[in-house]
């Protein structure tokens, strides 16, 4: 498993990921073109584990994502025990989009597939 990295402005590569933030300052983004080693069907994982949920059971999640690059895998949400309960996969431009999905888990994680190339950043922000 690859790792998502915190980042402010745009992203390392041109072409592939947002130029800022949704909202605030930072997001978390998935960097394709430093991970040496990853191929097509690597995953990056950005989990919570729901300490800030009352009482401990996340309900739903919502968020703002952006995939964009030639090469955009699919970006995934998925529950404590591995139940997927949202996925997207390919380009969707250059925009930041809202996404909300039921989650009913005491945790879940954000995972990122690569794609198979350095344009192939996903970014998920104000989740």
């Known amino acids: 498993l690859f790792s998502w990295d915190r980042n ?15 909202d605030g300052q930072y997001y978390y983004y998935t960097e ?3 991970n040496k ?16 949920c009352d009482p401990g059971i996340v309900g739903e999640v919502s968020f703002h994502y952006n995939m964009y690059g030639t090469a955009v895998g699919s970006l995934r949400l998925v ?8 996925n997207l996969t ?8 809202a996404a909300s999905a ?17 344009t192939g950043d996903i970014a998920v922000d104000s989740v």
């Open 8 to 22: 402010t402005g745009a992203t390392l590569s041109s072409g592939t990921g947002p130029n800022a933030a949704y």
């Open 32 to 34: 394709t073109s430093t």
């Open 37 to 52: 080693g990853a191929v097509t069907g690597d995953v990056y994982s950005l989990s919570y584990d729901g300490s800030g």
């Open 79 to 86: 529950t404590d025990d591995g139940v997927q309960v949202w």
């Open 90 to 97: 390919g380009s969707q431009g250059t925009a930041w989009q």
């Open 102 to 118: 039921r989650v009913s888990s005491t945790r879940f994680a954000f995972e990122g597939v690569h794609g198979g190339d350095y």
